[in-house]
Each structure stands twice: as C-alpha cells, then as structure tokens.
C-alpha cells in the first residue's frame, strides 16, 4: 500500500462507481427499518413519565437511539436525571469516533459539517463506510440520514401520543417496547468474539449491580466490560504463543 497522503482516498474515488439507485435503495431499507423503531422510543419515554413535548424534543436534538433509550430507561427506574444523562453522553461518545472517519471520508464543506454532524450515528457511518467512492458515501449518508431523522422524529411522536391516549403502559406491556427494541438494533453488530464478551459481561455487571447501586449506576458500571475484555484480550497470546 502506497504510504503517500490520501493515498487512500483517492483509490476509493478511482473504484468502480456504484449506481446512485443502489446507494438510494441501501440507503432507505436502513433509513426506514430502523427510523420505524422510535414508535418504541416514544411509548417508552411516555411510559417514563416524560411529556410528548419533551419527548420529542429528545429526538430532535439528541437523535442517538440507544442514548435515548438509556436515559429514559433509567429515569424510568427511578434514577437521578444526571446520572441518567451521564450514561446517555457516555454510549454517545462512540459518534465521535464514527465522525474523525466521516470527516476524511466525506470532506464536507466546513459551512455544511456543524448540521453534519447530527447525522452521525451507527446507521449513517455503516452506510457510507460501505461505499466505494467518495460519491456514494456522500448520497448514503445524505439519504440514511435524512430518511432516518424524518421517520424516527415522526414515529417518536405517534409513540408519545399513542400512549399518552392508552394511559398505563404497563397495563398493557409497552414498557418492555423500548429494551426489546434496543436488543434488536444491538445484536446485529455484535459480530466478533471480542463484542459478544463486552455484551455479555455489560449484562452482568448492570443486572448485578442493580440491587445495590442507585437507578441509573448500574447503567455506568457497565460501561466498564469494554476496557476489562480489552485487558484481557491483550493478556492472551495471539496464537497462544508468547509476543
């Protein structure tokens, strides 16, 4: 591999270029499969205790499912709003990374990044991280983004005013809307042994700890699995031979 600055990009831009309709087409199966979910979203918000208004206003600006799903969660079990909305910053933290790749990939206008960077979830870096030139990555993250910021803000308020309009959403189950739904975007990316371990010791300490730490903790604990296993991963020879 040539070792000469953006070297890299530039045999991407050089690829074969994919058909804009395949791009549009892979882009809005993404977009609308998981923009559908924020029904889930706003029946457990509501379930949570939060308004319509306010629950909405999380979607809006926030637009992070999982950290959505984290702070209400825990406000839901009756957890310090701070506490709540540290483990919400703390799973949104992995944007971050997705965006130092985007920023190369994409090369955006500097005027157009600030409201690029909203888009910059799970759903957007996969798309345009898939593509093969520059072009493409830009029309799939454009497409996944705004498709999945129309479906997830609207579905997000039929959910609000849906439960709002049945009252207990206990009484009728739709409290375990919201964890059954995140288990279902998660478990896809779950794909080496690696993120299978930090999912799994995640699930221990959080259900453990429940009992013994304030609403909300247990959460933060377990945000811990991830550098254990990677100590323990560079603790294994590779091979099983000593480095």
Known sequence: ?????????AC????AAKPDGAVVR???????AVGLSGFAFGVTSAGAGLTPLQTCALSLLVFTGASQFALVGAI???????????????????NTFYGLRLSQLLALPPFVRPLAAHWVI???????????????????????G?????????????????????????????DAAGPAVFLALLAPMLRTAAER????LAVVLGLGLLPVLPAGVP???????APVVLWLKGRVPAGGEGR
């Open 146 to 174: 705004l498709t999945l910021y129309v479906l997830w803000n609207l579905t997000t308020l039929l959910g609000a005013l849906g439960a709002e309009a049945i009252g207990d959403t206990d009484a009728w189950g739709l």
């Open 219 to 225: 959460v933060l604990a377990a945000a811990l699995a």
């Open 122 to 144: 799970d759903e957007t870096a996969a798309v345009s991280l898939a593509q093969p030139t520059r072009r493409a990555a830009r029309l799939g993250f454009t497409v996944t």
């Open 26 to 32: 892979d882009a809005l199966g993404v977009g609308v």
């Open 197 to 200: 371990a930090v999912a799994a």
């Open 1 to 9: 591999m040539s070792n000469v600055p953006g070297s890299r990009e």
């Open 12 to 15: 991407r831009d050089t690829t």
């Open 76 to 94: 839901a079990a009756g957890g310090n709003p701070l506490t709540a909305a540290a483990g919400a910053f703390f799973l949104g933290v992995r």
